[in-house]
């Protein structure tokens, strides 16, 4: 128990975590490129997600489960944090020996947070309308349709790019320093920071990419 | 060199503390920084107030006393160097310097720039030593082999000298550098394997107690270190903790 209830523990679960999101974040991304090459393509890969049981009495609660508890740590955190300085500093020159996404990950992170509750409502709250409430038939093809409508409104696709740009922001830090987290600081840390700053700006940039494609399609 | 000092006043642990603001005239360049702060200190007395209390003890790096947050960051702006090698010709003419005591909740203020740091030595007390015996009969260090890497390793956290800028400067005030820093320097050695787990596991237990916050990675106190003790450690202490927590 000692492993939850300690700061080393709590550090740990949130690296395990964000990690896991990371891993969700490439797997989410790889489906939506789809929608770029092959609208046939898509509509088959959606359509399995949507509604083979593993993905979604399984996988989908575990990412929901993870996703929750990595902000709510994410927030104890900050506040265990801020707790452990009652009297501020008059002056205070973070920027002279940190980065802005390692000292504003709460920052990134509740702009990230907001975009998924709008991304629930756009996606996930009709998909299960759909599916549990109203029950309608089985449409192997109305995903792509869907995403195309999603990305019609340019203020929508404007909140898509900033929340992008922040979750990048978030990842910046995050990726590389969930293995410092777990222990991992050796000869190979060099190249896992390359790739883990490689990966923060390329997935995202992925994202608005796709965003783009489709609203200016 | 004519500065301007604003300087963090408290009276005693409990008194609300402020700014004040002091002028000084014709500092020599060469001056240490603790050396500015002794002619300050004159300069008030002669003029019946009272003088700045600070710490210091070697004033040539090696103590760790001198704990001052100068200008936003902890030992000033110079890089691998205690204030009492930080040197007034990193200052310029005119200068406005700010200087506060080491905040953090685990530190708290004795008086103007002094901090209780005896949490420290909780944290030490815990598990940072290796029990021999001292009855006549105890083993000739030399006589263990130790490969050269780890040797290196230890030494370098060894020169760690408790001084609290790791603390200070964090944003979380979070303690894992000097934490890892005392658990590596045993923790890679053969005589310090022997009682590996229970050190981690109750040094970082009294941590957390004395009320340090948690690390999130941002590698201020590696920049601040006055000893350069590196991030290294502080995954080194997360690995042996999270054994240490698997094995009991
Ligand atoms: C898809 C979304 C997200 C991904 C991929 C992600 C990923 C990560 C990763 C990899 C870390 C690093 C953990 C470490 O340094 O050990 C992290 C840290 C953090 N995340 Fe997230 N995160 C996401 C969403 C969020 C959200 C919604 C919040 C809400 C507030 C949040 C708050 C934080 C905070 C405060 C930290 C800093 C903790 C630390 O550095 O120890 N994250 N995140
Ligand atoms: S790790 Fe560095 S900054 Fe922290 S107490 Fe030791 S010497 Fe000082
Ligand atoms: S007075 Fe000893 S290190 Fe500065």
Redesign the pocket.
Known sequence: MTLISSSIGR?VA??LS??F??VF?TQHFSINLLSIFSKSLFNQVSHFMGNNPIVQFILQPILILG?LF??TM??I??LQNSKSRSSKYSSYKGRANATWMSRN??LS??V??SF?ALHFYDFWVPEMNYKYVEVLPLDANRYYEELVHKFENPIRVGIYVLSFIF?SL??LH??A??FQ?VGVNNKYSKTIKKIATGFSIIVPIGFVFIALFHHLK | MNLTLKVWRQANKSAKGKIETYQIKEISPDMSFLEMMDVLNEQLMLEQIDPIAFDHDCREGICGMCSMFINGEAHGPDRLVTTCQLHMRKFKDGDTITIEPFRAKAFPVIKDLTVDRSSFDRVQQAGGFVSVNTSGNTQDANAIPIDKHDADKAFDAATCIGCGACVATCKNASAMLFVSAKVSQYALLPQGKVEATDRVLNMVKQMDEEGFGNC??TGACEVECPKGISLENIARMNREYLFASLKG
């Open positions: 550090k949130m690296a964000g990690i999101l990371v974040l996703v990595h902000f994410g927030f955190l900050e990950m709460i992170g509740i990230i947070l998924l979750l978030h990842l995050g990726f320093s969930s987290s | 999130t990675n």
